[in-house]
């Protein structure tokens, strides 16, 4: 077990990550004024997306618990870019409640993906079914190359 997250409050990701937007908060837990609180998180901004291929498809799985597909769009731009983005509402607060920890992000995510050659752009299909956003994108048939060699004699 490291010694990392006991020391800054019990968080599991990893600081050392250059791509991470996860960022430690000297001040988190300090009673200031609510100004603070109506910042929005940048955390979700780093929204885990699983790519694999498979013979047919490229599949693009990304968890977004609590998003409406109305709240996710899914593009293909300049030409084979692939760019999922959307955004999570912040919790309304009401005069009497009392927050005593906010670990669920909100704001807004965006992660794009330069699309191999043999993407079927035309032909994309994206699926949101209990939290998560299945995007399929269609792979072209490598038709086998056959050169034909002239017989001399």
Known sequence: ????????????????????????????????????????????????IDWKETPE??????????????????????????QISGERSKEQEEKNDKWHRIERSSGKFERRFRLPENAKVEEVKANMENGVLTVTVPKMEKKPEVNSIDISG
């Open 1 to 48: 077990m490291s010694l990392i997250p006991s020391i800054f409050g019990g968080r599991r990701s990893n600081m050392f990550d250059p791509f991470s937007s996860d960022v430690w908060d000297p001040f988190e837990g300090f009673p200031f004024s609510n100004s603070l609180a109506n910042v929005p998180s940048s955390a979700f901004s780093n929204t885990r």
């Open 57 to 82: 498809a490229h599949i693009f799985k990304a968890d977004l618990p609590g998003i409406k597909k109305e709240d996710v769009k899914v593009e293909v731009e300049e030409g084979r870019v692939l």
